[in-house]
């Protein structure tokens, strides 16, 4: 028993892998039984319902030989008829009679002529075949079909006229006497109208295409009103041979006649069984025809709801895009056509829009349009089916849009759906171009294979967070990315609307350096040196550059950077070069008409290049026929001063071939020290030592490592929390931590991952550490740990949960000691039941806080750009209104900028994240614009780019004169390329009611006070002795001159009436809304001070009265040379990287500082001229 239990049993030859290798016969004889399967389709009858009804290429055979079977049988009937003789008419081999005469008269019909024709044998031998093959078709399909009901199979419509039809004729073989008896063989043409049905239903799934029911119904009432026709035709026929014995043709005509409800009179049937077969005919078209009408209508909706189809002729041989959207809104719609079609190549391509959800009816009325009827195609479907993926061909189709739906309340699941999608797309055309819009950063990498992906929220928070240290840079970037002719605004009387413009007209375009006549002389010189002479000479802003073997683009690569004439250069200007047209003035020209020679570049004979007219894509430049001079004679000397002799110091030449002593040096990463004795010393603060590098934790995939200022130990999570103490330090408010710079606070719902982008612009390693503003988060709601963990290694960075509604929260997040204030558009108000009120609390709440705090830069994010006329509203403000006029005149005209002229957009107050929707839309023309975009913003860094600031001119600066020379002066001395002015004036915000004039005049009673008006005349003679140019900003310092002068001229429009009483009632209205006024600031001063002392702050920072009310701010992009230069105005400057050759100037760092000019000090960190 041991022995048989401890025996080893050999494994069976199934399975040994040696047996099965070399055919082991063992297995071979194995006792195995070989199982069929499907053994009942080998049937006889199986394999014939296979082959007649099953297979798809066999069943559309047979269906279209029973269809021609059908047809013909219909043909051999009007031959029939056609070869009858009335005067032959018997049953066959019998006496023949003739019934051709008709008494009218008789009430006896004979039925002779209706029950016998005149059959000649050939034809009936052919018809008796024709039936014999009919009826053994129809058999066997009924016997393979046959499923247990025979009934049913026999009272089938179909079933009863084949039998009507065939059998007959079959009879006939046996019983020869009734070869000439009459058979309706004409309703054959309703079974062969059931076998097209069956035929083309067949086709479409042989071919592996889905039918268009649209197409079937139509065919369908065709062949019905055909086999009605042909039915009543025939049957009139053969009844009125015992009647008028009319022709075919006749009856014919009398159907049309009567289906028309003409109704002629000229033919009627005269018995009765014929005027019967009327009767009967009309029933069943009144009947059948109005169904086959209602089921076409209602495909007819159902298809202008879902669209059709785009067919494959049409792909082939005209271009289009595709663009897949979650849900279609006008908005949305107007701004990709306006933005897609305003580019001239694009004219002929066809717009295919591919949504899930039914039509809007906006968006029906505007597709109805002729300008998109014909360019714009709506189907309804989803890009997650290949069907209607083919249906749109999109393996044809030059691009694919997907764009997310910004409105959903989940933006995480809107991401999902367009991340499906993508990948829909994707895996059924793998060629085709996709433009991707995703909504949160950390999906970014799910759609990384696509061509072209905008982040909406890494753009939206790195745009805001630029809008504080550089001001208006969403309105900068929205401009540059918006298709314009810079037309807009150039009918108005206002000086800074035609300006701006104009200027807003300016694009980023690219040319290659051998191809250019803008930069091909510059080739082998520096790219400073291109840059200001393309300027100076062409008026064109030269602002980055790409090399053949690199695909980077590098954004004022600075001076060491030799052009070639392989290199791609990016530029500013009205528009591209290939669309402009040079125009050159001879020097002789300008001396014979009289130019006395004294110019701002070079010298006597040179004139700057001013006069940039765009007309229709073309733009004319007026060009100086002289080539550029070499830089070291182009130095400029300023006028003499009063009278003396004494110079001003003269601008630099900006070399050809860079030297490094004639530059200033990279103190980026050396000044440290120097930052930090200047801090140690205020207060004996505690001064934490500053490091640079990259953040260790990014709160997402796919970030880009930006080196940044970090703290030297990551802070604990409770020192992040402002408004409370912890064991490390107590202090409980802004104010307690004795912040040297202003605050910056962000006013979000949830701390998302977005929010990062904002932080790491602001401390970017390129900004100095004297320069960092603190940054505050007001967050609705308590972020999680991986956020806290991202940016605990940023230094002033802190967190509070708090909302702009409430004050006490304000109040204690230290709103008083900030700057700025950016209030970010919450996800859960994006949805809204009526369109458009998804910015209300964000409005109200806005405008709250700009009634408590005038003196706060508010910076807001809206849903829908049109709410930005509600930002700090004036009722009863007649410019205002004047400005909506505006913008209805230039939308009117066509303009893609129509809202650019409302005072908040212009100063860079409010953004909308739809704005940049474009960035998208260029990109397929432009394929550059998101990178430089992207470069601008700080999102990206590429070695050797540079990135975006801005400089202010102050009193000291304006001897600069204009913008050309500030070009030549930051070229020379710091390599930094300016792209475009921010200027900022005083306006007087006139009202219709004269109370409210009266009220922002603030007259008071000692308004003829001589010796006042004399001091502000001699005061303002001075300011512009000095400067001629600095209007709006004395305006701004001395607004007593304008308010007077407003007075006096109401006092000379009103001489002839009594002075003393217009003057009393005058007096005691301006006292009273002054009271009004005063008051009302009073309450809200009291209001907040209360507010600050119940929260133990002090109040020592609150200045309710110091308010920007009375300005308008707005962007000059790439203005001419000659403009003139401002008081306060802020340049916007990209700055040449760094760390570009940092060991090259290390050495040089301590004798170029020393060679810096002193009568024009300049640094580096905060750049004056």
């Not at 994707?426 to 992906?453: G, M, R, T």
């Not at 009722?875 to 005072?903: C, I, P, V």
């Not at 003393?1060 to 600031?1081: D, G, H, M, V």
């Amino acid at each position: 028993m041991n022995e048989l239990d401890t025996e080893v049993l050999p494994l069976p030859p199934r399975y040994r892998f040696r047996d099965l290798l070399l055919g082991d016969q063992s297995f071979q004889n194995d006792d195995r039984v070989q199982v069929e399967f499907y053994v009942n389709e080998n049937t006889f009858k199986e394999r014939l319902k296979l082959f007649f009804i099953k297979n798809q290429r066999s069943s559309l055979r047979i269906r279209l030989f029973n269809f021609s079977l059908k047809l013909l049988t219909c043909l051999l009937y009007i031959v029939r008829v056609l070869l009858d003789d009335p005067q032959r008419i018997g049953c066959w081999e019998c006496e023949k009679h003739n019934y051709t005469n008709f008494n009218q008269s008789s009430t006896e019909i004979n039925w002779a002529p209706i029950l016998w024709v005149d059959r000649n044998k050939p034809l009936w031998a052919i018809q008796v075949s024709v039936a014999i093959i009919s009826f053994l078709e129809t058999m066997l399909l009924i016997y393979l079909s046959y499923k247990g009901n025979i009934w049913e199979q026999i009272f089938r419509v179909s079933f009863i006229l084949e039998m009507i039809n065939t059998v007959p004729f079959i009879i006939t073989i046996f019983w020869p006497p009734l070869r000439n008896l009459f058979i309706p063989v004409f309703l054959n043409c309703w079974l062969a109208k059931y076998a097209l049905e069956n035929m083309i239903n067949d086709l479409h799934r042989a071919i592996q295409r889905t039918q268009s029911a649209m197409f079937n119904q139509v065919l369908i009432l065709i062949c019905t009103l055909l086999c009605l026709v042909f039915t009543g035709t025939c049957g009139i026929q053969h009844l009125e041979r015992a009647g008028e014995n009319l022709s075919l043709f006749k009856s014919f005509y009398f159907c049309i006649v009567t289906f028309s409800t003409v109704g002629y009179g000229d033919v009627t049937p005269k018995i009765w069984p014929s005027q019967l077969l009327v009767v009967i005919m009309i029933c069943v078209a009144l009947v059948v025809l109005p169904l086959q009408f209602e089921e076409l209508v209602y495909l007819w909706m159902e298809r202008q709801k879902s669209g059709g189809n785009y067919s494959r002729h049409r792909a082939q041989t005209e271009k289009h895009v595709v663009l897949c959207v979650s849900s279609l809104k006008i908005d949305l719609l107007m701004d990709f056509l306006n933005e897609f079609y305003a580019h001239p190549r694009l004219q002929d391509y066809y717009v295919v829009i591919l949504c899930p959800t039914e039509m809007d009816i906006q968006v029906r009325r505007v597709l109805q349009i002729p300008l998109w009827s014909q360019r714009v195609i709506y189907l309804q479907g989803s890009a997650l089916k290949d069907q209607d993926l083919m249906r749109a061909k999109m393996d044809n189709g030059e691009a694919c849009f997907i764009l997310s739906s910004r409105n959903e309340v989940d933006r995480t699941a809107a991401d999902h759906q367009t991340i499906l999608r993508a990948w829909a797309v994707k895996d059924f055309a793998p060629n085709c171009p996709l433009y991707v819009q995703i909504l949160k950063p950390e999906n970014k990498f799910h759609v990384k294979f696509a061509d072209h992906v905008v982040c909406e929220e890494e753009c939206k928070y790195a745009m805001l967070a630029l809008n504080c240290v550089c001001p208006a840079t969403s309105t900068l970037i929205t401009l540059l990315v918006h298709t314009s002719r810079g037309q807009e605004g150039q009918e108005s009387p206002e000086q800074w609307q035609r300006m701006y413009g104009r200027c807003s007209g300016n694009e980023v375009y690219h040319i290659r350096m051998g191809d250019s006549k803008f930069f091909m002389e510059y080739d082998g010189k520096s790219f400073t040196y291109a840059s200001f002479h393309a300027h100076k000479k062409y008026g064109v802003c030269l602002m980055g550059v790409r090399r053949e073997e690199n695909k980077s683009i590098l954004l004022n690569p600075g001076p060491r950077h030799i052009m070639t004439a392989s290199d791609t250069c990016f530029y500013i200007n009205i528009t591209k070069e290939e669309n402009s047209a040079f125009i050159f003035k001879q020097e002789e020209k300008q001396k014979k008409k009289g130019f006395s020679g004294r110019s701002i570049y070079d010298g006597p004979s040179r004139l700057p290049v001013h006069s940039i007219i765009a007309s229709m894509g073309t733009v004319a430049m007026d060009l100086q026929n002289t080539e550029c001079r070499p830089a070291n004679n182009s130095k400029l000397t300023l006028p003499a001063e009063n009278g003396s002799g004494k110079r001003r110091p003269s601008i630099a030449p900006v070399l050809e071939v860079a030297d490094s002593s004639s530059l200033l040096p990279c103190d980026m990463l050396s000044d440290q020290s120097e930052d930090e004795m200047t801090q140690s010393d205020d207060e004996g603060l505690t001064v934490i030592e500053y490091v640079k590098g990259y953040p260790p934790n990014s709160p997402y995939i796919g970030s880009s490592p930006t080196l940044c200022h970090l703290l030297p130990v990551k802070a604990p999570f409770c020192c992040l929390r402002l408004d409370k103490g912890c064991k490390h330090n107590s202090y409980e408010d802004a104010k307690a931590y004795g912040f040297k710079n202003k605050l910056i606070i962000v006013s979000a719902e949830t701390a998302g991952n977005g929010l990062y982008n904002f932080i790491v612009p602001l401390r970017a390693y390129y900004r100095s550490r004297k320069e960092l503003n603190p940054i505050v988060l007001l967050l609705d709601n308590k972020p999680d740990h991986h956020f806290l963990e991202a940016i605990c290694c940023f230094p002033m960075v802190y967190y509070m949960e708090g909302t702009i509604d409430n004050l006490d929260s304000l109040l204690q997040c230290g709103i008083i000691y900030a700057d700025n204030l950016v209030v970010v558009d919450k996800e859960s108000t994006m949805s809204a039941e009526e369109d458009y009120m998804a910015d209300a609390k964000t409005i109200v709440n806005v405008q709250t806080m700009f009634r408590l705090f005038p003196s706060l830069s508010i910076i807001t994010e809206l849903t829908h750009p049109s709410n930005m006329r509600f930002m700090q509203f004036r009722a009863k403000d007649s410019y205002s209104l004047a400005l909506s006029r505006l913008e209805k005149r230039e939308r009117e005209n066509g303009s893609n900028l129509a809202f650019m002229f409302r005072l908040p957009f212009a100063a860079g107050r409010v953004f909308s994240i739809s704005m940049l929707d474009t960035l998208l839309y260029q990109s397929f023309v432009k394929d550059y614009m998101i990178t430089i975009t992207r470069l601008l913003l700080g999102l990206d860094t590429t070695p050797g780019s540079g990135y975006l600031c801005a400089m202010k001119i102050t009193e000291d600066d304006l001897w600069i004169r204009s913008y050309g020379r500030l070009f030549q002066k930051l070229c020379s001395s710091s390599a930094e390329i300016p792209i475009g002015i921010y200027r900022t004036e005083s306006h007087m915000f006139s009202t219709t009611d004269p109370h409210d004039i009266r009220t922002q005049s603030q007259i008071s009673i000692n308004v003829e006070d001589c010796e006042d008006t004399k001091e502000v005349k001699d005061h303002w003679n001075t300011k512009t002795s000095h400067h001629r140019n600095s209007c709006p900003s004395d305006q701004t310092e001395h607004p007593l001159l304008r308010r007077k002068s407003m007075q006096w001229a109401r006092r000379l429009s009103r001489k002839g009436a009594n002075k003393q009483a217009a003057k009393t009632a005058e007096w005691i209205n301006q006292q009273r809304l002054s009271l009004y006024r005063r008051s009302e600031r009073q309450e809200l001063s009291e209001l907040v001070k209360n507010r600050m002392k119940h929260l133990g702050l002090p109040t020592t920072g609150y200045d309710e009265m110091n308010d920007h009310q009375n300005t308008l701010s707005y962007v000059l992009i790439n203005p001419p040379p000659d403009t003139r230069l401002e008081l306060n105005d802020i340049v916007y400057l990209i700055r040449p990287d760094p760390l570009a050759h940092v060991e090259n100037e290390t050495h040089n760092r301590k004798s170029s500082c020393s060679k810096l000019d002193p009568c024009s000090p300049e640094t580096r960190d905060e750049t004056q001229l």
